[in-house]
């Protein structure tokens, strides 16, 4: 059972930056996709972003630009750096991993961006 732990929430204010990482239990081999995606109050989850274990990125049109995925394979982990964060991009975030056909997920790690 794969297991992940994000890291790096908090509180922000607007415009500022933050950088989320999440760490996969045990070494993860094969074709996979990481990715980060967020749910806010009242709305569903929704992606943000996702690379797979050879450096394909994808995007949310609304985070081109400002957020960063990255993921260093030998420490199972991927990362999300977050700049410019807007009020908007409040969210409880999840880390994902997608692998032989199952979705995994990490608890989340709550960002909050207010002045």
């Known amino acids: 059972q794969v297991q992940l732990v994000e890291s790096g929430g908090g509180l922000v204010q607007p415009g500022g930056s933050l950088r989320l990482s999440c760490a996969a239990s045990?070494?993860?081999?094969?074709?996979?996709?990481m990715g980060w995606y967020r749910q806010a109050p009242g709305k569903q989850r929704e992606l943000v972003a996702t690379i797979t274990s050879g450096g394909i990125t994808n995007y949310a049109d609304s985070v081109k630009s400002r957020f960063t995925i990255s993921r260093d394979n030998a420490k199972n982990t991927v990362y999300l750096q977050m700049n410019s964060l807007k009020a908007e991009n409040t969210a409880a975030y999840y880390c994902?991993?997608?692998?032989?056909?199952?979705?995994?997920w990490g608890q989340g790690t709550q960002v909050t961006v207010s002045s």
């Open positions: 994902n991993l997608a692998r032989l056909g199952r979705q995994n």
């Open positions: 045990g070494s993860i081999f094969g074709f996979n996709v």
